[in-house]
């Protein structure tokens, strides 16, 4: 499957942003999905994930409700809403699809998008 990350760009601490994520060439809804983001110097790290159906997410703790994971199984989309940012969530974000994930663990995924970059300002 070939992912294609956009909705990155520069915001103002407290804004959103909402990113999204398209899927070709294999069955979308055969795959969880999860968002990772990067920031210099730094090992990637899960955002969010979701299942098959969109019936159950997953979330670090760290994130305190701010980001919101969602599919549009029929559209092959996956989308993070991203509200109140923060400087420390400046990052690459890259979504990425597996069949058997285990949410947190960026290597059980299969395939990776090229990642789009946030840049929250202060």
């Known amino acids: 499957v070939q992912l294609q990350a956009s909705g990155g760009g520069l915001v103002q601490a407290g804004g959103s942003l909402r990113l999204s994520c398209a899927a070709s060439?294999?069955?979308?809804?055969?795959?969880?999905m999860g968002w990772f983001r990067q920031a210099p110097g730094k090992e990637r790290a899960i955002v969010a994930a979701?299942?098959?159906?969109?019936?159950?997410?997953f979330y670090p703790d760290s994130l305190e409700g701010r980001f919101t994971i969602s599919r549009d199984n029929a559209k092959n989309t996956v989308y993070l809403q991203m509200n109140n940012l923060k400087p420390e969530d400046t990052a690459v974000y890259y979504c990425?699809?597996?069949?058997?994930?285990?949410?947190?663990?960026?290597?059980?995924?299969?395939?990776w998008g090229q990642g789009t970059l946030v840049t929250v300002s202060s």
């Open positions: 979701i299942s098959r159906s969109g019936g159950s997410t």
């Open positions: 990425a699809a597996g069949i058997t994930v285990s949410e947190n663990a960026a290597s059980t995924y299969d395939y």
């Open positions: 060439g294999r069955t979308f809804s055969g795959y969880a």
